[in-house]
Each structure stands twice: as structure tokens, then as C-alpha cells.
């Protein structure tokens, strides 16, 4: 049985698409067709009008910077860490892929680039090593970036910075952000309600909240029952 069916949608160059939904509905699944993780049993994912099946799998995701849902950090500096995005990036790339990602406050308090990281991360916090994995994303200035969850532990302040940040980044990603979250989501120009496998609705916030139940129920849920 397909994890996921029934789904066509169409992101611009430069464009947030937001992905919400509850789990198990899909969204991993979506997004991991993009860097070819899995790939379609059936129908196409395509970038820049082409089929990623036809792309160099290593050009494919040199393109993209993926954060994973889970955090993976190896023992080693923050630093290397970081690196590990883009082998070439020098400390003041490394340093603003920290800012964009709101991880400059982590290196700080760590003790700096050299400061080292215990396998998994063990001794951050699951916010710090999130800031840390996405300034990993970052720092190869990807085409495509895709955030799966992976503001989950901030508080929705530091979440906010961070959109924002990735909003004004100079290189204009195109940008995939799962969440659970409608704040997440809101902003973005397109967002893809999933539910069971399928994609219940794609609009925008206030055509989702006018016409999908579904995406109205959470919001609703999330924001105490206001739907203006
Ligand atoms: N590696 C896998 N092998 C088989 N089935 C999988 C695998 N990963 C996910 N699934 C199934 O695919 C469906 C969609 O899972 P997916 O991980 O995409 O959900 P999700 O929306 O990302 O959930 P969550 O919010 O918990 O991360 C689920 O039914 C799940 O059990
Ligand atoms: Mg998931």
C-alpha cells in the first residue's frame, strides 16, 4: 500500500511551501521523494522542470540542503559539525549559517567553533541540536532547503526569528517546512494539508482556514478557538 498517493503540487523558485499534518500522515514521506531518500512507485518529482530521477544523485543533493526530522551530530567540534554541509565553507560562512539558523547563541555558550559535540549530541539540548543541524543545511547555501520538523524544540519566538532569517536569505532557497505547527505554516505561499496519505487541501493560511475543515480544526485547536 502506498504511503502517500493522490498528491500534485508546484513550488516556484524562491517560494515557502508549508506541510502540516498529523502522524503518520505523510509528510516525511513527501519530502524525502525530493533527495530521492525513497523514490515514486508512481508519478514524478521534478525540479527545475526536470525529473529528479534523471539528476546525478550527487548534483541532486548537492542542491539540497536537508534538515532530517531527527538530529544527527557526530562526536566531533561544532565546527565540524557544521561543516559536514559544505567541507569548503571558512568560519564567516560557518558563522552565518549559524545566525540564519538562531545557533550563534549555541556556539557562544559552548565556548566557540572548537567547542566539541559528544556523539549524538548528547550534551545540547534537543533546540540546540536542531539550530546546529540546520545551520549544517545552510551552509552550502542550497536551492532547496526542507526543514522536516526540525523547529520542533524551539519555542515559537526563536521559531519566528528563525522563518524570518531564512526569509531574507540572500540566496533565496526554495523552501520546504513541515510542522506541526500553523504558526510554522502560516506564512508560507503554499501549504499542503496532509491526512492519511493524501494531501486533504493545498492553499494558502486564509484559504485553508475559509475552506479545509481539517486545517481549520488545528488551527483552531492551536490558537484557542479564534479564527480571525
Ligand atoms: N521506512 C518506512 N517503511 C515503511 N513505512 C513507512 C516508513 N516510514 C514511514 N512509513 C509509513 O508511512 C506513513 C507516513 O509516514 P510519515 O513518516 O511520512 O509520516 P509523518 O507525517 O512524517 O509523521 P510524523 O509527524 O510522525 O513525523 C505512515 O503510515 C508510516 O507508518
Ligand atoms: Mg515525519
Same mark, same amino acid.
Given at each position: 500500500?502506498?504511503?502517500?498517493? &493522490?498528491?500534485?503540487? !508546484? ?20 519530502? &524525502? @521523494? ?6 515514486? !512507485? ?6 527545475? %522542470?526536470?525529473? =529528479? ?5 550527487? $548534483? ?25 554541509? &559544505? ?7 560557518? *558563522?552565518? +549559517?549559524?545566525? !540564519?539558523?538562531?545557533?550563534?547563541? =549555541?556556539?557562544?555558550?559552548?565556548? %566557540? ?9 548528547? &550534551?545540547? $539540548? ?6 546546529? !543541524?540546520? /545551520? ?8 532547496? @532547503?526542507? @526543514?522536516?520538523? $526540525? ?13 524570518? +532569517?531564512?526569509? %531574507? ?8 517546512? =513541515?510542522?506541526?505547527?500553523? $504558526?510554522?505554516? *502560516? ?40 479564527? /480571525?
Amino acid at each position: 500500500m502506498p504511503s502517500v498517493e &493522490n498528491i500534485t503540487f !508546484t513550488a516556484a523558485p524562491g517560494e515557502t511551501i508549508g506541510i502540516i499534518g498529523a502522524t503518520g500522515s505523510g509528510k516525511s514521506t513527501i519530502i &524525502n @521523494l525530493i533527495p530521492r531518500f525513497y523514490d515514486c !512507485t508512481d508519478g514524478t518529482v521534478s525540479i527545475g %522542470g526536470r525529473a =529528479v530521477t534523471d539528476y546525478d544523485i550527487d $548534483s541532486l543533493r548537492g542542491i539540497i540542503g536537508f534538515v532530517p526530522q531527527k538530529a544527527v551530530l557526530f562526536k566531533g567540534t561544532i565546527r565540524d559539525n557544521i561543516l559536514w554541509g &559544505n567541507e569548503d565553507a571558512d568560519d564567516a560562512a560557518v *558563522m552565518a +549559517a549559524a545566525q !540564519t539558523a538562531q545557533a550563534a547563541d =549555541v556556539i557562544d555558550s559552548k565556548g %566557540g567553533l572548537d567547542a566539541v559535540i559528544e556523539a549524538g549530541g548528547a &550534551n545540547l $539540548s534537543g533546540g540546540q541540536r536542531q539550530r546546529l !543541524t540546520i /545551520a549544517r543545511a545552510l551552509v552550502r547555501r542550497p536551492k532547496i @532547503l526542507i @526543514l522536516d520538523d $526540525s523547529a520542533s524544540a524551539l519555542d515559537t519566538a526563536t521559531d519566528a526569528r528563525l522563518r524570518r +532569517a531564512i526569509s %531574507g536569505l540572500d540566496f533565496r532557497p526554495t523552501v520546504f517546512i =513541515v510542522s506541526q505547527r500553523v $504558526s510554522s505554516v *502560516m506564512n508560507a505561499d503554499r501549504i499542503i494539508v496532509m491526512d492519511d496519505g493524501t494531501a486533504a487541501d493545498i492553499g494558502t493560511h486564509d484559504e485553508l482556514v475559509e475552506r479545509c475543515e481539517l486545517y481549520r480544526e488545528i488551527y483552531e485547536l492551536q490558537t484557542g478557538g479564534a479564527t /480571525a
